[in-house]
């Protein structure tokens, strides 16, 4: 009986010390793009449509989940809006926004795509895109955005 309360706790304490890697986002952009590091503050303003042009002159091409939960947080977060502000802002620049179902499809937008950047979780990283650090910090490393 002692030795399986031990056994309980150890297991308690190993689950609470991993951390849920579940909706861990990243910021990948297309691999033209040289931009490597971001300000959160300026990732919200391109995100608001504040900012339409990249550094080199090219456009700003959003791509987002049509549903992702994960994502709306990051952009609630980013951009110090509810839900529901997002979703206007977003319905608002519908047309300079493109949107898919998946992370798979976000890769391949922003990969095919000159100026593109999005969100997808962090296991759906490939070579075929570039990953942002977010106020010089990398997916997965404390306060790279909101896990």
Not at 126 to 133: A, C, E, F, M, S
Request: hydrophobic share 45%; glycine share 6%.
């Amino acid at each position: 009986m002692k030795y399986q309360r031990i056994l309980c706790l150890l297991a308690c304490v190993a689950f609470l010390a991993v951390p849920c890697f579940a909706h861990h986002m990243a910021v990948v952009v297309n691999k033209d793009n040289a931009v490597q590091n971001i300000s959160s503050a300026h990732l919200a303003k391109l995100f608001k449509g504040e900012v339409k042009k990249w550094a080199d002159g090219k456009n700003v091409v959003l791509v987002l989940h049509s549903s992702s939960p994960g994502e709306m947080a990051t952009l609630e977060h980013l951009t110090k809006m509810t839900e529901a502000e997002v979703k206007a802002l977003l319905a608002s620049h519908e047309d300079s926004i493109r949107t898919v179902s998946s992370d798979a499809e976000v890769v391949e937008a922003v990969s095919s795509t000159p100026g593109a950047i999005g969100f997808v979780e962090e296991h759906s990283i490939t070579d075929r895109v570039g990953i942002v650090k977010v106020d010089g910090k990398l997916p997965l490393e404390a306060g790279y955005l909101p896990h």
